[in-house]
């Protein structure tokens, strides 16, 4: 999967659980909780939609990797990498 491809997915999920964000222009490396007021309820539901269509784990310890749209999809990347290493 290509780095599009994958921020196609981050951006489509995070739609999905704030739906008031379809309409915005969300800059790649834009801070989505400082930037778009995105709380703490839709940042969760948004790692556990991501969990969901990828089967990526995403640690409570790795979420502040997760803060724009490009951080998100390259931490995606590289953990699917690593479960189709194992």
Partial sequence: ???DEMTA???EELTNVA????????PIDAD??????LDSMDFLNWI???HKRLGVDIPELDYPQLTSLGAA???LLRAT???KSS
């Fill in 73 to 75: 999809a390259d931490y």
């Fill in 9 to 11: 997915i981050v951006r």
């Fill in 32 to 37: 989505l909780r400082e930037e778009f007021d």
């Fill in 81 to 83: 990498d690593r479960t």
């Fill in 1 to 3: 999967m290509t780095r």
């Fill in 19 to 26: 739906p008031d964000l379809a309409d915005e222009t969300i």
């Fill in 48 to 50: 556990t939609a991501l």
